[in-house]
């Protein structure tokens, strides 16, 4: 816990602004894919 509020305190010190690299299509196809696969690992586990 605390080295989680140590890196709190050291981002807002030196604060960065988030760049986004990927799309707002290339981030949903990535869900997209991430569900069918997760779907795929309970289906399998269910049988």
């Known amino acids: 816990m605390e080295a989680i509020e140590e890196h709190i305190v050291h981002n ?3 604060p960065k602004p988030f760049i986004w690299t990927k799309t707002a299509e290339e981030i949903i196809a990535n869900v ?3 569900r ?6 309970r289906h399998s586990r269910v049988t």
């Open 36 to 41: 069918v696969a997760l779907e795929a690992v």
């Open 12 to 14: 807002n010190e030196n």
């Open 32 to 34: 997209r894919r991430g």
